[in-house]
């Protein structure tokens, strides 16, 4: 097991490495000079040129990805284009809105997919497992800004039992930040539910045909049982795989979200960076994301090896 | 059925299991009609038949589980107990406790994600007989008792880290763990090598004879059962055609079904003499090793020697068998002739050529080979009619045939195998088992080969169709002149179809000569034991 995780951590160390270069290149291979940007199109060249001094922006691109590597390491992730303020401040405002709104919608998405999955499964081809699927069919079908403002409609115009939008802060308490967090969370989590709960029910179908569970059932263990013991595990991992997709999807694809609801998180941060040409800010949020992503998937693989002892053993 | 009243007349203690007149249905197709048969305690009663004959469904009857939609009627009588109108409950607290079950399966019955312990364990837990402390001590024990000692197999132990027949060890365990009157056995060593069958076998036989439980054995494998069964009863598409003490069965058969099955079981084909011998497949000094993953990343990776050394040559007109248990090499081998992958040391020419050059197979010599494989229901597309099935080798020629030369062609390979050429318009999912088998040999004969390889070819189909390939075979050698290869785990096989045996273990050939007189008087030890543990039909003489 232990051999298993260290070789997970160093593909990890590789994939960041890698990630790093990609975006770097990436992102300075793009069309348009932040320092020009910033004075704008009348500037003289030499109003540029210093500007360009200033931002680190005239060293060879080797020295400069090293800088910026280097810093990231720190906890230094460079000084704002436009807002001339540490990168690292803004990242971790808006990563204080955006991890929490994450883990919050996942937690949600999580909580609604699996009880449903096992009941469709459970009860395959009868009114419960129609019921369950057409409902996941909707949550597919509908977007999810509309089903934002349909939440804001009811329950922040309507019932006012939430504000429609803005965030309140961690510093009022933890209730508080929760509270404002809710509807983004639920109007996040409904979609990914839906297909969890798909992929939940058809993989442990799927387990349900297997050798072993009429095995079970030869043992004397009822239907219920059987699938609570035997079918729920194994049908994990597929779920596991989604579940860290969706993560992922959630952290970095929140932005339609965010606007819908005015919450200043890492969606918002990176388009308006781009908008703007702030491309360090760009780099280092799409850097995070990716380290978000990476850091998920080795911990969805470790969960494979706690759910499967095939994977432990192979290594 | 006369000693079956009798002996139910003489008190209900003598029947542990009592099934009368069952039909079922699934979904409105009837699948048994009228079946009747009993156990007594101690009693091993073997059921056989075909495959559709319903011997399945007879103990998934048993159980109680049987698929949706399922209709039964008649009356099965459990130690006293109706199981047909028994309620879910009452069958949980029956299952596993009164009644066992071992499947066919080993690979796929044991649940990959729990060890081994908690598997037999939770036989023992879910009828809470013993509290959670005291079972694990017991599922050590029963463990042990079907061979597989703790301090070798702990009970932290995997499926997957068991081969098959220590894998049926654990499925055995968690049926007996309750020593439950009665064990139903499904086909339980159908899917091991013949020596791990032997000792499953012989595990059973010693339970029953220890515990005093009654077993009911289902196998399609007439020979597995003659020297164990105390009883056998012969199933044909749901019914029973005959039922009988196995002396009694043996030594004077009734029913012309019955007949068929032991004759079809020891089928010999009447093979044509073979020309002189000039070689055709020469393979030299073939060594297969096949790379590792990479245990530790600085490391090298290891190697496996699936094939070592080997050697021999097939004559022109000659049927060469190979024998060998799963993982000796001869899948591998069968690759390598074909020059589907390369070899590390060694050659294999056909007719002089080597079959691989360079980097990748010669077409030359592919083009004069040709395989059969072992399942019938895989190995063709389901969306193409027969005539795109069995032309598929066209594509190795330089100048296939076309328009009327391609119909004939057609039509002549179908009727060499026993079908119709208006056979070429339809699909797959038409034929039985066995008319598959027939297309996948016309599939090889349709440009000619020099050789054919059949892996398996026989395995997967019923014995009395199994015959009707077999006779197909040797028709053919008289027509064609075939050179083959015959690939099989089954020695009664491989005796009956070839002139010269190879016997494979490990990679390597231990033994070789002509047929009859390796089969009867095998030289190397592995050869010996596994001749040994090949179960045979008793001479019956007439019959």
Redesign the interface.
């Known amino acids: 097991m232990l051999r298993y995780a260290l070789?997970r951590l160093?593909s990890l160390i590789v994939s960041l490495a890698v990630a790093s270069l990609v975006i770097f290149f990436v992102i300075e291979v793009a069309p348009g000079d932040p320092a020009q940007f910033m004075l704008g199109m009348n500037a003289q060249p030499d109003t540029v040129a210093a500007l360009r001094a200033e931002l680190g922006l005239d060293v060879p691109k080797w020295e400069r990805y090293l800088n910026w590597v280097g810093g990231m390491l720190t906890g230094d992730f460079g000084t704002s284009y436009t807002y001339r303020t540490p990168v690292a401040d803004m990242v971790a405002d808006r990563l204080w809105v955006s991890l929490p709104l994450a883990i919050y919608a996942l937690t949600i998405s999580t909580l609604i997919a699996f009880p449903a999955g096992i009941y469709a499964a459970a009860r395959r081809g009868r009114a419960g497992d129609v019921a369950v699927m057409g409902a996941t069919q909707l949550g597919v079908a509908i977007p999810n800004f509309w089903f934002a403002m349909m939440l804001v409609l009811v329950f922040a115009i309507n019932l006012r039992w939430f504000s429609a939008g803005g965030f309140a802060g961690w510093d009022k308490g933890l209730w508080a930040g929760l509270h404002s967090l809710t509807l983004p969370a639920i109007a996040l989590a409904l979609p990914q539910a839906a297909i969890l709960a798909r992929v939940m029910r058809s993989s442990l179908l799927d387990i349900l045909g297997?050798?072993?569970m009429?095995?079970?059932?030869?043992?004397?263990?009822?239907r219920r049982?059987a699938l609570w013991?035997?079918g729920v595990?194994?049908a994990l991992i597929p779920v596991l795989t989604i579940i860290g997709l969706q993560f992922a999807f959630l952290m970095a694809g929140a932005i339609i979200i965010e606007q819908v609801f005015y919450l200043p998180g890492l969606g918002r941060l990176i388009f308006q960076s781009i908008s703007a040409r702030d491309l360090i800010v760009v780099e280092s949020v799409v850097m995070l994301l990716v380290f978000a992503v990476i850091v998920v998937n080795f911990l969805v693989d470790l969960a494979y090896a706690a759910?499967?002892?095939?994977l432990r053993?192979?290594? | 059925m006369m000693t079956d009243r009798q002996s139910r007349d003489r008190g209900q203690d003598m029947t542990l299991l009592s099934i009368e007149n069952l039909t079922l249905s699934i979904h409105g197709t009837p699948i048994l009609r009228d079946v009747s048969l009993s156990i007594a305690p101690g009693e091993i009663h073997a059921v056989t038949g075909e495959s559709g004959s319903g011997k399945s469904m007879t103990a998934l009857a048993i159980m109680q589980l049987l698929p949706n939609g399922a209709q039964a009627t008649g009356h099965i009588t459990l130690g006293g107990t109706d199981i047909l109108t028994a309620t879910e409950a009452q069958m949980c607290a029956i299952r596993g406790r009164d009644v066992g079950m071992v499947f066919q399966e080993p690979m796929t019955a044991l649940n990959p994600v729990k060890t081994i312990g908690d598997q037999v364990m939770e036989t023992i837990l879910i009828h809470k007989a013993l509290p959670p402390d005291r079972a694990r001590a017991r599922a050590a024990e029963i463990l042990a008792r079907v061979g597989l000692p703790p301090d070798r197999f702990p009970l932290s132990r995997y499926p997957h880290e068991l081969s098959g027949g220590q894998r049926q060890r654990v499925v055995i365990a968690m049926a007996i763990a309750l020593r439950p009157k009665l064990l139903i056995a499904d086909e339980p060593t159908t899917a091991l090598d013949v020596t791990t069958q032997a000792q499953i076998l012989d595990l059973l036989k010693g339970l029953v004879a220890e515990d005093g439980m009654g077993m009911l054995m289902i196998t399609h494998d007439l020979a597995v059962v003659a020297d164990m069964a105390h009883r056998i009863t012969v199933m044909r598409t749901g019914e029973v055609v005959e039922s009988a003490s196995t002396p009694d069965l043996l030594a004077n058969m009734q029913h012309p079904y019955t007949k068929m099955l032991f004759s079809a079981s020891t089928h010999r084909v009447d093979l044509p003499a073979r020309p002189a011998p000039t070689p055709l497949l020469e393979v030299r000094g073939v060594t297969r090793d096949y790379r590792l993953p990479r245990r530790h990343l600085f490391r090298d990776h290891g190697t496996y020697r699936a094939v070592s050394d080997v050697s021999f040559t097939i004559d022109r007109g000659e049927r060469l068998g190979l024998v060998g248990e799963s993982g000796c090499g001869k899948s591998t081998l069968t690759r390598a002739i074909l020059g589907l992958e390369q070899v590390q040391e060694g050659q294999i020419l056909l007719g002089g050529q080597p079959v691989f050059t360079g980097h990748r197979p010669n077409l030359a010599m592919r083009r004069r080979m040709q395989v059969v494989f072992q399942d019938p229901y895989g190995s063709f597309n389901p969306r193409h009619r027969v005539e795109r099935l069995i032309t598929e080798p066209f594509h190795l020629l330089p100048d296939p045939p076309k328009g009327v030369a391609r119909e004939e062609a057609i039509a002549e390979a179908l009727k060499a195998v026993g079908l119709r050429p208006e056979d070429a318009g339809k699909y797959v999912h038409e034929f039985s088992g066995g008319q598959r088998q027939r297309i996948a040999i016309a599939r090889a004969l349709i440009i000619r080969p020099d050789l054919i390889l059949f892996d398996e070819a026989v395995s997967a189909l019923d014995v009395s169709v199994r015959a009707q390939i077999l006779d197909l075979l040797a028709d053919l050698c008289r027509q064609y002149d075939l050179t083959y290869l015959f690939i099989s785990h089954d020695v009664s096989v491989v005796r009956s179809v070839t002139d010269r045996v190879l016997v494979m273990q490990a990679g390597r050939i231990v033994e070789q000569g002509p047929t009859e007189q390796v089969l009867t008087n095998p030289q190397h030890p592995y050869t010996q034991t596994l001749i040994a543990a090949a179960p045979v039909l008793p001479d019956l003489g007439a019959a």
Not at chain 1, 307 to 310: F, G, I, K, L, N
């Open positions: 070789k160093v297997e050798d072993f009429r095995t079970a059932r030869a043992k004397g263990l009822s049982q013991r035997h595990r194994n759910v499967d002892p095939r053993s192979r290594t």
